[in-house]
């Protein structure tokens, strides 16, 4: 008798291998996960102990945030290999906001901006038939290219203006967790070979350590066990200006999240539709609501994990899940999240530069599917592309810019995919039709009923 097979998304591995994965996807995003907010609380002169309060709410509610993204219930969650964190796009917004109005305005403006979003998440999800896969291609190469900053950060040692940044200490460490990563990809393969960013940020942090260059102080500090308390900052105040403002920031986030699960449809074999991208928007909103409630941030996919899922090939929703689980346990062990944070900024640097570029190759292969010759592909890829890294070549083309312009100018995924959609558009229009004419090799399709 025949037994239906199990789609890698949803196969259940075995509880070591649960862990093992999941821990390898949280040591990628940690350094991410506590960017946001340190650099809050550093603009708004928050104490070290307020700012440690946001540390750990920010690690319980990411947690809970990549469980119903990833487990998913009724019409909440993608139920793909969606790790979640806070957004990057809302600390420009959120620093303006504190610094005018004041913290629990930010959290009213949070809260508020996820509602909005759980509101229209049916409506944004219907935007789907715009992402052909000349659209897609564009858009996960722009992914992969733009997170290379990060990669460079981390990989001279996590602080451009220190006077170590760059150092050849950190340059070779970074190198020589390429080359273990690289190593154990290549020597090895089943479950070894898969956590090979895991072995090399391992064998990374033991070199850090016999050369000095870890520091293990923060873990003997932190406590064994904290929750922090819903509205620790005080009740949220709601006013219209930083409403608007966080929802601008929101539908930005909206737009990235949609690169992300296409993304991370393509690479585990599961096309994502317009059902998929409603329960994924409906779970930011979610997540994003309980952020502010909980003292913390919007939230959507992180990219840097896309990478690894590239480069491990384990597609099982249930290891990010493991991932979310574990940190709710660092949000409430403030130790075990100190431990994480111990590795070394040029061991993830090092790592980063395999996981980021195998994200890129996931763009390359994505518009290797599209037709370029006698259609006009080629100027739709060449020009997003062109327009999605400029924030990221030059940040201070656009520093005479404000506002809300400012906050969609910086960011290159929504800037090279507004861009891509747009000349699809205009270049394309007859693909836009639901025809048979209009359909290219490996599209996604995007009819669903809501």
Known sequence: MSTLQVHPVDEILPARQLFTFGL?????MYAGAVAVPLILGSALGLTPSQVVTLINANLLTSGIATLIQTLGFWKFGARLPLIQGCSFIA?????????????TEVFGAVIAAGAITLAIAPVFSRLLRFFPPVVIGSLITIIGISL????AVWLGGGHPGSAQFGAPANLLLGLATVAVTLVVYARFSGFIGNLS??????????IAAAFGMTDFAQVSNAAWFELSPPMAFGMPQFSLTPILV???????????????????????????????LGNAFRADGLSTLLGGVFNSFPYNAFTQNTGLIALS???SRFVVASAGALMVLMGLFPKLGALIAAVPAPVLGGCAIVMFGMTTVAGIQELSRVQFEGTRNGIIVAVSVS?????MSLPALFEHTGGALKLVLESGIFL?????????????PRRLNPGPQATEPGAVSGKCSE
């Open 197 to 206: 960013v895991l072995i090399g940020l391992f064998a990374g942090s033991l």
């Open 24 to 28: 390898q996807h949280v040591l990628v």
């Open 148 to 151: 290379m900053p990060a990669a």
């Open 246 to 276: 966080m929802t601008l920031a929101m539908l930005v986030i909206m737009a990235e999240t949609t690169g992300n699960c296409l993304a991370i449809g393509r690479l585990t074999g599961r096309p994502v539709d317009q059902r998929t």
């Open 416 to 428: 090279g995919g507004v861009t891509a959609v747009v000349l699809n558009i205009l270049l394309n």
């Open 387 to 391: 327009v999605g890294v400029l924030p």
């Open 91 to 103: 600390l420009a917004p959120m620093i303006m906001i504190g610094k005018e109005f004041g913290l």
């Open 313 to 315: 090939n384990v597609k």
